[in-house]
């Protein structure tokens, strides 16, 4: 899945990702150690809008590799970061650790060491956390919809299995992990219904990498990773994009998510796009524009 997931994007059009051919940009900061252990999964990137200010109110930004990769936040700012600093965010793309490198809940907890470090560090690094907003794309769609459905959630036990979800990682404990608006595309978010809009997945999926075994033998783990299941009335606002054609992430997860989002109030708009894939046609400058939108109608509430 990390291949296919990656190849497809970098196929969007000729160019680069998202298929807009977009030049190289380095961040302003670059490399932060978000948790300062030296591990290159805790390092983010941090990108400033060329429009001066004083301070910058922030999106965390997730890449996509079905959890599989330890080190790919450069392509989160290629994929997705450039609309969100012309729009006049600060962005910071993090790292996180791969499912090879530890299992769940370890990825969400570098998700929100990253964002108590951002709190924590503001003033170093120019920004308004009065308002953080989260995306991600595929296995970081899923990462940034789990951040939003669990603000303010320390654990959380399902049948005989209680998972850890805030973690004790970094220096920054002091400081609330909490985000306030949600672009989830093309997330993998009900691991019950991944096989064909019904069923688990075999022991060969990402998810069972995630997990640690065949998500069949594992019914309480399956439900602790997929982020509909904590969804509440209570909570950042969601905006779901997801590609008709996507063959990698099944159509219908951005369905069922959005459908339990309304029922809590909590769902700004679904997405679906026509002939949209895993990335390609579903990265486009309409759907950009609309993920700027609500983040920015989101941030002014603050």
Same mark, same amino acid.
């Given at each position: ?46 990108? =400033? ?30 994929? !997705?970061?450039?609309? !969100?600093?012309? /729009?006049? &965010? ?15 809940? /370890? ?22 956390? *009065? &308002? ?40 920054? =404990? ?8 949600? /672009? ?25 990498? =995630? ?11 399956? *439900? =602790? ?35 339990? !989002?309304?029922? /809590? ?28 939108? &609500? &983040? ?7």
């Amino acid at each position: 899945m990390v291949m296919s997931c990656c190849a497809m994007l970098m196929q969007a059009q000729p160019g680069g990702f998202g298929g807009f051919g977009r030049p190289a940009v380095d961040p302003q900061f670059k490399n932060v150690d978000y948790v300062g252990d030296g591990i290159e999964a805790h390092q983010m990137d941090i990108y =400033l809008p060329e429009k001066k200010q004083d301070k910058y109110k922030v999106i965390v930004a997730i890449y996509g590799s079905a959890w599989f990769s330890n080190n790919m936040k450069g392509m989160t700012y290629f994929s !997705l970061g450039k609309p !969100l600093t012309d /729009a006049g &965010f600060a962005v910071a793309c993090i790292n996180h650790r791969s499912s090879g490198d530890a299992k769940f809940p /370890a990825q969400i907890n570098d998700v929100k060491a990253a964002i108590r470090f951002l709190r924590a560090n503001a003033a170093k690094y120019q920004l308004d956390t *009065s &308002f953080i907003g989260i995306t991600g794309f595929s296995s970081g769609g899923h990462l940034a919809s789990m951040a939003g459905v669990t603000n303010g959630m320390k654990t959380r036990t399902v049948g005989t299995t209680t998972v850890d979800i805030e973690g004790t990682l970094g220096n920054c =404990l002091s400081f609330s992990s909490d985000v306030d608006a949600v /672009a989830d595309w093309f997330g993998p978010v009900d691991m019950a219904r991944m096989n064909n809009c019904e069923k688990v997945n075999d022991e060969k999926s990402p998810e069972a990498a =995630l997990i640690g075994g065949a998500p069949a033998d594992m019914p309480d783990m399956i *439900s =602790l990773i997929s982020p509909i299941t904590y969804v509440k009335e209570k909570g950042p606002r969601f905006i779901v994009f997801h590609g008709e054609a996507d063959n990698v992430v099944p159509h219908c997860q951005g369905v069922y998510f959005s459908e339990e !989002l309304k029922k /809590a109030g909590r769902l700004e708009t679904f997405v679906s796009v026509p002939e949209g894939q895993h990335g390609p046609v579903t990265f486009n400058e309409n759907s950009f524009k609309q993920m700027t939108d &609500f &983040f920015l109608k989101e941030a002014a509430k603050k």
